[in-house]
């Protein structure tokens, strides 16, 4: 399935000519830096970059959600794992760009519920997107943020991590990036995760 936005990786990456025989890519303050064999010319430069683009990219696309369908598949995985046990009533799930306060809302009219979940997690790990989904599933039935609602965040084994890189973007949003983003939203946006996943690829292309 075509995702729903663009490819994350920008276009401008800095290319260094070394020593090396294969292509190299680094971040080095805030900047994709990418070392490419001395003697390689123009064209083949840019099909190396392109052939680690493709592969930095669905590497990413495997670890995140970027689609209102896979938000749903998350969400009923979510559901069925963490709260099985609670009656959940119908609701529907989907991602928006007005979402730009809070991760997620929910709404609940009537005997279904509606939640919402800020398009700016898209490209940032499943588990934290998760953790988001459960906040607003949990509020489904439980309002205020309580004893029991706490309880019922805490079945999750990723709810405290999951707390910690929220805050820690939040924080970094109010403060400044201090390395460029990888996200088409904007230089506002740190995804470290997601440069944890660009070195991973490189190595297996390597």
């Known amino acids: 399935m075509k995702p729903a936005i663009a490819d994350p990786f920008p276009r401008r990456i800095e290319v260094r000519r070394s020593r090396r025989r294969s292509v190299e890519l680094t971040l080095e303050a805030g900047r994709l830096v990418a070392r490419v064999p001395l003697r390689a010319s123009d064209r083949q430069v840019e099909s190396m970059l392109a052939r680690l683009r493709e592969k930095l990219w669905l590497r990413i696309q495997s670890e995140s959600v970027y689609t209102d369908e896979a938000l749903t598949e998350l969400a009923q995985t979510v559901a069925s794992s963490?709260?099985?046990?609670?009656?959940?009533?119908?609701?529907?799930?989907?991602?928006?760009?007005?979402?730009?306060?809070?991760?997620?809302?929910?709404?609940?009219?009537?005997?279904?519920?509606?939640?919402?979940?800020?398009?700016?997690?898209?490209?940032?790990?499943?588990?934290?997107?998760?953790?988001?989904?459960?906040?607003?599933?949990v509020h489904l039935r439980v309002g205020g943020h309580g004893a029991q609602f706490q309880a019922l965040m805490r079945r999750s084994p990723d709810h405290e991590r999951g707390q910690g890189y929220l805050e820690a973007l939040e924080t970094v949003e109010r403060v400044g990036p201090q390395v460029a983003a990888l996200f088409p939203f904007g230089e506002d946006d740190v995804q470290p995760e997601l440069f944890a996943a660009a070195d991973r690829a490189i190595d297996r292309a390597s």
């Not at 709260?83 to 730009?100: G, H, K, Y």
């Not at 009537?110 to 459960?134: D, F």
């Open 82 to 137: 963490e709260l099985r046990d609670m009656d959940l009533p119908p609701f529907s799930v989907r991602f928006s760009r007005r979402q730009n306060k809070r991760w997620g809302s929910c709404t609940v009219d009537g005997n279904s519920g509606t939640i919402r979940i800020s398009a700016h997690l898209i490209g940032h790990p499943r588990w934290v997107i998760a953790q988001v989904l459960l906040h607003e599933m």
